[in-house]
């Protein structure tokens, strides 16, 4: 039997279905995390979503699911004002944030903004008391992100104190000149000076009385003209990778990354899988995240010393090496994957670019033997072939995120020059010779977890975590990967979410 869920995103639910099946109407689906309701919105189904309503659908959703608010403004194609002015109607939480990436609705619309069909769904949202200043997991508002669009419609919205003032002098200024021409033309008639007048003035002034009009007089505001299905979705697509091209070069711009992607070629490719991953409600990670985890090379640095033969922590670490090297991967095209190296085993030519099932079978096969040298070899296998020697013969094309899985204290045998500041050394000249070379230091970030509970290899990130030489290039990760894993390890998409977030730690607190 077709269950309320497949019906409500196909749009062919009828109120017989939902006969003695109460208790599924929100019932959560485990590869989309929709209910019912959010599957309706999702294919934009006002009908559905309507019936569902009707028969008590939750319209924020229940714990675990995504809000179907969220995904009206950031997956829904096509006109969504219908949509949101019926869950506003049955008494949507506006305030809500969606638990992937912590958006609210109006994060998702101002980051989506396809035309000025969604100002509509902007003031209805805000006017129904959703917070332009409510920052999201990234320390973005909805008011910052149109401020970054430079787009005064939108900030006429969301910062209104700010922006409508200048706007209103635009208007009575606009209005003045109306009426000195309406008064010139009908300068004998006085009646039709005064009439004409004051519908000028109305005309003039309707985006400021634009909502009250339309909450009083049920005045449906802007809407589009009636596009075939096929016609929209094609539109619809083309505006998401416009959206997308155009955010990403401003992250190029604000990252100082300018130095790279002067072929359009591999954002090209970036975006084009983005735009799909958007679309499908399968996708529960932060699509605009992994946008700009893409943009850089990653490198996965492991520890392969004796000491992780305890605890079980080879298997941990292939199972976040699995992960990870999907995550950096999922939008890359095959030629550009993840570089993994260790700190004791020679590097391979399998070890470059290898898929994540791959990288599990490394992992787990390896010898694990021998010293920490993390501080040497992190210079030896990793900045020398991906940074120092491609930057020698112009072939620096991406910046790089090296993620560091330790478990262990720094050192070696004897005569080894392997000392407790030698991974922070070679940190630091790996800052000065980009500078030397006219690179940001930042395009190499650094960030390093802990395997295992060993004190003394907490002691160490603590010291790296602690030292303000680093912390604009290193990210040190303060809880135990093992820990947060096996709680979360049970529930693939959080554990994707949580992973997501703690690759992107040193991407965003490093701009």
């Given at each position: 039997?077709?269950?309320?869920?497949?019906?409500?995103?196909?749009?062919?639910?009828?109120?017989?279905?939902?006969?003695?099946?109460?208790?599924?109407?929100?019932?959560?689906?485990?590869?989309?995390?929709?209910?019912?309701?959010?599957?309706?919105?999702?294919?934009?189904?006002?009908?559905?979503?309507?019936?569902?309503?009707a028969h008590g659908a939750?319209?924020?959703?229940?714990?675990?699911?995504?809000?179907?608010?969220?995904?009206?403004?950031?997956?829904?194609?096509?006109?969504?004002?219908?949509?949101?002015?019926?869950?506003?109607?049955?008494?949507?939480?506006?305030?809500?944030?969606?638990?992937?990436?912590?958006?609210?609705?109006?994060?998702?619309?101002?980051?989506?903004?396809?035309?000025?069909?969604?100002?509509?769904?902007?003031?209805?949202?805000?006017?129904?008391?959703?917070?332009?200043?409510?920052?999201?997991?990234?320390?973005?508002?909805?008011?910052?992100?149109?401020?970054?669009?430079?787009?005064?419609?939108?900030?006429?919205?969301?910062?209104?104190?700010?922006?409508?003032?200048?706007?209103?002098?635009?208007?009575?200024?606009?209005?003045?000149?109306?009426?000195?021409?309406?008064?010139?033309?009908?300068?004998?008639?006085?009646?039709?000076?005064?009439?004409?007048?004051?519908?000028?003035?109305?005309?003039?002034?309707?985006?400021?009385?634009?909502?009250?009009?339309?909450?009083?007089?049920?005045?449906?505001?802007?809407?589009?003209?009636?596009?075939?299905?096929?016609?929209?979705?094609?539109?619809?697509?083309?505006?998401?990778?416009?959206?997308?091209?155009?955010?990403?070069?401003?992250?190029?711009?604000?990252?100082?990354?300018?130095?790279?992607?002067?072929?359009?070629?591999?954002?090209?490719?970036?975006?084009?899988?983005?735009?799909?991953?958007?679309?499908?409600?399968?996708?529960?990670?932060?699509?605009?995240?992994?946008?700009?985890?893409?943009?850089?090379?990653?490198?996965?640095?492991?520890?392969?010393?004796?000491?992780?033969?305890?605890?079980?922590?080879?298997?941990?670490?292939?199972?976040?090496?699995?992960?990870?090297?999907?995550?950096?991967t999922r939008l890359v095209?095959?030629?550009?994957?993840?570089?993994?190296?260790?700190?004791?085993?020679?590097?391979?030519?399998?070890?470059?670019?290898?898929?994540?099932?791959?990288?599990?079978?490394?992992?787990?096969?390896?010898?694990?033997?021998?010293?920490?040298?993390?501080?040497?070899?992190?210079?030896?296998?990793?900045?020398?072939?991906?940074?120092?020697?491609?930057?020698?013969?112009?072939?620096?094309?991406?910046?790089?995120?090296?993620?560091?899985?330790?478990?262990?204290?720094?050192?070696?045998?004897?005569?080894?020059?392997?000392?407790?500041?030698?991974?922070?050394?070679?940190?630091?000249?790996?800052?000065?010779?980009?500078?030397?070379?006219?690179?940001?230091?930042?395009?190499?970030?650094f960030q390093i977890s802990?395997?295992?509970?060993?004190?003394?290899?907490?002691?160490?990130?603590?010291?790296?975590?602690?030292?303000?030489?680093?912390?604009?290039?290193?990210?040190?990760?303060?809880?135990?990967?093992?820990?947060?894993?096996?709680?979360?390890?049970?529930?693939?998409?959080?554990?994707?979410?949580?992973?997501?977030?703690?690759?992107?730690?040193?991407?965003?607190?490093?701009?």
């Open positions: 039997m077709t269950s309320i869920f497949d019906l409500a995103l196909k749009g062919t639910l009828s109120a017989s279905d939902l006969v003695g099946k109460e208790k599924e109407i929100d019932k959560v689906d485990e590869k989309t995390l929709y209910t019912p309701l959010g599957a309706a919105v999702h294919s934009n189904r006002k009908g559905n979503i309507k019936l569902l309503l939750n319209p924020d959703g229940v714990p675990g699911s995504r809000l179907p608010l969220w995904i009206a403004a950031a997956r829904t194609k096509g006109a969504i004002g219908d949509i949101v002015e019926t869950l506003i109607a049955h008494k949507v939480n506006v305030k809500k944030t969606d638990h992937v990436g912590n958006d609210t609705a109006l994060h998702a619309i101002v980051q989506r903004y396809r035309s000025e069909d969604d100002l509509d769904v902007i003031e209805a949202l805000v006017n129904a008391g959703a917070d332009p200043k409510a920052t999201n997991q990234r320390g973005e508002s909805a008011e910052s992100l149109a401020t970054k669009r430079n787009d005064k419609k939108l900030l006429a919205l969301l910062a209104p104190e700010k922006h409508k003032k200048t706007h209103i002098k635009d208007v009575l200024m606009i209005t003045s000149l109306i009426m000195f021409a309406i008064s010139w033309a009908n300068r004998k008639n006085p009646l039709v000076m005064i009439a004409a007048g004051a519908a000028a003035t109305a005309a003039a002034v309707g985006s400021q009385l634009y909502g009250p009009i339309k909450k009083r007089f049920k005045v449906l505001g802007r809407r589009s003209k009636k596009v075939p299905h096929h016609v929209a979705e094609k539109l619809e697509k083309a505006a998401s990778a416009e959206a997308f091209k155009k955010e990403m070069h401003n992250y190029i711009k604000d990252a100082h990354l300018d130095q790279f992607f002067k072929d359009d070629k591999f954002l090209n490719h970036v975006i084009t899988k983005a735009v799909d991953m958007e679309a499908d409600p399968k996708t529960t990670v932060n699509v605009r995240d992994l946008t700009r985890l893409a943009l850089y090379q990653p490198v996965l640095y492991c520890d392969d010393s004796g000491s992780m033969n305890q605890d079980n922590r080879i298997q941990l670490q292939a199972d976040l090496g699995k992960r990870i090297t999907s995550l950096t095209p095959e030629d550009t994957g993840i570089e993994l190296r260790f700190i004791n085993a020679p590097n391979e030519l399998r070890m470059s670019k290898p898929s994540s099932n791959l990288v599990n079978d490394i992992l787990l096969n390896i010898p694990y033997s021998g010293p920490t040298e993390i501080g040497i070899n992190c210079k030896a296998k990793i900045l020398e072939p991906v940074v120092y020697r491609p930057i020698k013969e112009g072939k620096f094309d991406r910046p790089v995120l090296v993620s560091i899985l330790t478990d262990g204290c720094p050192g070696g045998p004897n005569g080894s020059s392997e000392r407790h500041d030698t991974l922070k050394k070679a940190i630091l000249e790996c800052g000065k010779f980009l500078e030397s070379h006219q690179y940001n230091k930042k395009v190499v970030r802990q395997i295992g509970h060993d004190e003394s290899s907490k002691a160490f990130i603590e010291s790296l975590a602690s030292d303000s030489a680093l912390s604009d290039v290193l990210y040190c990760t303060t809880h135990h990967l093992d820990d947060e894993f096996k709680n979360l390890r049970d529930n693939e998409h959080r554990l994707e979410q949580w992973l997501l977030a703690l690759l992107m730690e040193p991407i965003t607190k490093a701009d």
